[in-house]
């Protein structure tokens, strides 16, 4: 098993920044990549960021494109999610997820492990 702690939302106003963590314990080794989805009131869940342990690659979704950037801290375990030029579209609930797997990493399918979310608003 594999635990994903969140932490790092606020509100912040438009234009602001945040950096979110994922902090990983037990079975570390068990995925091959980690991501980060939101989802905001009434809306599914859209797929962020991912990033891949061993080389570090890194994808992100077009809406977020060049404003966040997915990072690793190998030795703590560590995900970030650096968020810059924030915007009211931005609010949403952060969730962390780790996974491996057959599935395409843009969707929720390819993660098994799951954090709790975090909460960012942004207000313009």
């Known amino acids: 098993q594999v635990q994903l702690v969140e932490s790092g939302g606020d509100s912040v106003q438009a234009g602001g920044s945040l950096r979110l963590s994922c902090a990983a314990s037990?079975?570390?080794?068990?995925?091959?990549?980690m991501g980060w989805f939101r989802q905001a009131p009434g809306k599914e869940r859209e797929w962020v960021a991912t990033?891949?342990?061993?080389?570090?690659?890194?994808y992100y979704a077009d809406s977020v494109k060049g404003r966040f950037t997915i990072s690793q801290d190998n030795a703590k375990n560590t995900v970030y999610l650096q968020m810059n030029s924030l915007g009211p579209e931005d609010t949403a609930v952060y969730y962390c997820?780790?996974?491996?797997?057959?599935?395409?990493?843009?969707?929720?399918?390819?993660?098994?492990?799951w954090g709790q979310g975090t909460q960012v608003t942004v207000s313009s």
């Open positions: 990033l891949y342990k061993t080389s570090s690659a890194t």
């Open positions: 037990g079975y570390t080794y068990s995925y091959d990549y």
């Open positions: 997820a780790a996974g491996r797997g057959i599935f395409p990493a843009t969707l929720p399918q390819a993660y098994n492990y």
